[in-house]
């Protein structure tokens, strides 16, 4: 059974970076096909694609973010990484990776997610 | 990159049916058969209910369906049951430079 587990810091300061990485376990990250994910949702909010990455190394990004993050990935450790830069009080949020089975947004699996607020 | 457009809120007594829309543009609903539904619990993880518009992945009931019409694709939940009651999201592919766009979301309330 595949699962994707997020971590990072919790706590982010204004300005700052954040970093999170996404282990993926029972499933190879380097499989055809499946493209993995990152997704936001805001306290009480929606949710938000922020990009997406290809064992090859191929990355797209939500237009909106783009600038400020850079997805990762690791095929000899079987994880992918998300850097945000430049955060604000706007970029708090529950985090998760997903795995897209398509490249199409079929987000089928998915990490419990983690919060991440920003504050100073 | 806009969210594409849900109502708010959408409801049904048990043994109904209800139908939330997904609104779009050309650009991703109505440029692309890939639509997918996402169902969330409250303090819980979203789930894939449909993808590519009307596919049911191994263990969704099909009493979930989906449909597209235009620019406009929709999730309708036949046979209302109370652990239905939860958040639906839309998510349309916008092709290769806006990959992924979701919903803003619907909450789906049983009477």
């Given at each position: 059974?595949?699962q994707?587990q997020?971590s990072g810091?919790?706590?982010?300061k204004?300005s700052?970076?954040?970093s999170l990485?996404c ?12 493209f993995?994910?990152?997704?936001r949702?805001?306290?009480?909010k929606?949710?938000?694609w ?8 191929s990355?797209?990004?939500n237009?909106s973010l783009k600038?400020?993050?850079?997805i ?7 994880h ?9 009080a706007?970029d708090?949020?529950l985090y ?10 079929s987000?089928?699996?998915?990490g ?9 | 990159?806009?969210a594409?457009t849900q109502p708010?809120s959408?409801s049904g007594?048990?043994?109904q049916?209800?139908?939330i829309?997904?609104t779009?543009t050309?650009s ?6 890939y ?5 969330q619990?409250?303090?819980k993880?979203?789930k ?9 992945p191994?263990?969704?009931?099909d009493?979930?369906?989906?449909s597209k019409s ?8 036949s046979?209302?049951q ?5 958040d639906y999201?839309?998510?349309s592919?916008g092709?290769s430079?806006?990959?992924n766009v ?10």
């Amino acid at each position: 059974q595949l699962q994707l587990q997020e971590s990072g810091p919790g706590l982010v300061k204004p300005s700052e970076t954040l970093s999170l990485t996404c282990i993926v376990s029972g499933g190879s990250i380097s499989t055809d096909y499946y493209f993995w994910a990152w997704v936001r949702q805001p306290p009480g909010k929606g949710l938000e694609w922020i990009g997406s990455i290809y064992y090859t190394g191929s990355t797209y990004y939500n237009p909106s973010l783009k600038g400020r993050v850079t997805i990762s990935v690791d095929t000899s450790t079987n994880h992918f990484s998300l850097k945000l830069s430049s955060v604000t009080a706007a970029d708090t949020a529950l985090y998760y990776c997903a795995r897209d089975n398509s490249g199409y947004g079929s987000f089928d699996y998915w990490g419990q997610g983690t919060l991440v607020t920003v504050s100073s | 990159q806009s969210a594409l457009t849900q109502p708010p809120s959408a409801s049904g007594s048990p043994g109904q049916s209800v139908t939330i829309s997904c609104t779009g543009t050309s650009s991703d609903v109505g440029g692309h058969n890939y639509v997918s539904w996402y169902q969330q619990h409250p303090g819980k993880v979203p789930k894939l209910m449909i993808y590519e518009v009307s596919k049911r992945p191994s263990g969704v009931p099909d009493r979930f369906s989906g449909s597209k019409s235009g620019n406009t694709a929709s999730l309708t939940v036949s046979g209302l049951q109370a652990e239905d009651e939860a958040d639906y999201y839309c998510n349309s592919y916008g092709g290769s430079n806006n990959l992924n766009v979701f919903g803003t979301g619907t909450k789906v309330t049983v009477l």
